[in-house]
C-alpha cells in the first residue's frame, strides 16, 4: 500500500510563510495529476493547488493564487507547497494527493494553524 507522507506543516503567525512537501509517491505508476487539498474545522475539503505533470500545468484555487506554489522536485521526490502571506482562514489540515491510472493516493494529513 502507497503512503504519502507530508511535512512541514505548524504554527505561524499572519503573514508568515510554511513549506510543505510531500513524499512516497516515487513508484507510483502513470501519475495523472498531483496536488495539494485542506479541510478546515467543520469545512469541506478542497483543492487549494494542483500540477499535472507532463505539461506542467498548474492551476490555484482563488484563495491560494498569488500567495501559494506548488512544484515538484524531481531529484528528492517530493511535491511541495511553498505558502506565503499566511492568513489566519488558510488554518487547516492539508493533504497531499496524487491521482495516478490505477487509482487515488492520499497522505494522513499536516496542521497548518495561522494565528493572528
Known amino acids: 500500500q502507497m503512503q504519502l507522507v507530508e511535512s512541514g506543516g505548524g504554527l505561524v503567525q499572519a503573514g508568515g510563510s510554511l513549506r510543505l512537501s510531500c513524499k512516497g509517491f516515487?513508484?507510483?505508476?502513470?501519475?495523472?495529476?498531483m496536488g495539494w487539498y485542506r479541510q478546515g474545522l467543520g469545512k469541506q475539503l478542497d483543492m487549494i493547488a494542483q500540477i499535472i505533470p507532463g505539461g506542467d500545468i498548474e492551476a490555484y484555487a482563488g484563495s491560494a493564487q498569488g500567495r501559494f506554489t506548488i512544484s515538484r522536485d524531481n531529484a528528492l521526490n517530493t511535491l511541495d507547497l511553498q505558502m506565503n502571506s499566511l492568513k489566519p482562514e488558510d488554518t487547516a489540515v492539508y493533504f497531499c494527493?496524487?491521482?495516478?491510472?490505477?487509482?487515488?493516493?492520499w497522505g494522513q494529513g499536516t496542521q497548518v494553524t495561522v494565528a493572528s
Open positions: 516515487r513508484d507510483i505508476l502513470g501519475i495523472q495529476n
Open positions: 494527493h496524487i491521482g495516478g491510472v490505477r487509482g487515488d493516493y
